[in-house]
């Protein structure tokens, strides 16, 4: 089944076009990863799929929905939730305020309770840290409430992007081993990395952007065997 789709998209930045008639599909339940050099324009088309640039042309689909032209909110309301590239947290609040800015949709407090307690339970360390600034954690952990807060509503689709800039290798590990036990829990993933190595290896499907179209799609496995892909991104 498919959870999102995409159909001759095109979009860019006023007269700047970036993304040219891109057909792109996740589906349910999966591990889709998207990858490409930097300035291909993942970024951009995360920013269409999640509401916050309107495309030039072409359209969304969610949960068999048209929604293209749809407001963030909405698309968070849908069920679609993102880490943004850079994690953008609040330094100043604390790790439970950070949290609640993430669920400022949500209209009853104990569904932030209960929300709160699923993340909480996710990563632990979070709960420890629950009255620290955002600023005095690690950049593990600043992931990690990234990622926490972006679940704090129902969630059908986590879209994370670039989740291991930043990080050293082994909280690189420790992000994806979350990631699959969150996939493990029923949820789909789209995650954006610079790995081309790891995202084939973390995903079902991969699609690779290059110049704002889709060079390489396929599943993980076949992708890997790809020779444009081999030569250009693994040096083989
Ligand atoms: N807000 C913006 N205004 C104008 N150009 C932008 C903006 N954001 C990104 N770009 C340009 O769009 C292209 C694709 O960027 P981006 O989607 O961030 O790529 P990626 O995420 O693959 O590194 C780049 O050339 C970048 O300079
Ligand atoms: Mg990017």
Redesign the pocket.
Known sequence: MTLLETKALNAG?GP?Q?LWNIDFKVDEKSVTALI?A???????LIKVLTGLLKPYSGQVFFKGVDVTGYPAHRMKQMGVSLVP?GRRLFPNLTVMDNLLMGAYMLRQKDEFEKRLELVLELFPVLKERRNQPARLLSGGEAQMLAIARALITPSDLLIVDEPSSGLAPKLVDLIFKKLEELHETGLTILV?DQFVERALSISDTVYV?ENGKIAIQGPSTEVANNEHLKKTYLGL
């Not at 930097?38 to 951009?44: I, L």
């Open positions: 930045y700047l970036i490409g930097n300035g291909a324009g993942k970024t951009t590239e954006v952007m």
